[in-house]
């Protein structure tokens, strides 16, 4: 049991099981991965902006939006949990 809590302990503190909160860093990881080489891009041809939401405020505005507060927010808007 002790090894199982290695991996729902983090999950459950942000109100979260194991796999909605791989989904949620996977979807932050994801981002990141398309927003480097992106941004790599963007350091050598600086005439060509960042796409696909890569560009520093997109990224702020998508992080506050995937924040474990806020995703509890989202998921407890239709309901008394707050």
Known sequence: MRFLRLFTAHPASVGENYFTHAL????????FAIAVPMQLIHAVF??????LG?????MTKFLKKMSPKARKRAKCSNCSCE
């Open 24 to 31: 949620a860093a996977s979807k932050i990881a994801l981002k």
């Open 46 to 51: 600086p005439f060509i902006c960042p796409p």
């Open 54 to 58: 890569s560009d520093t405020a997109s």
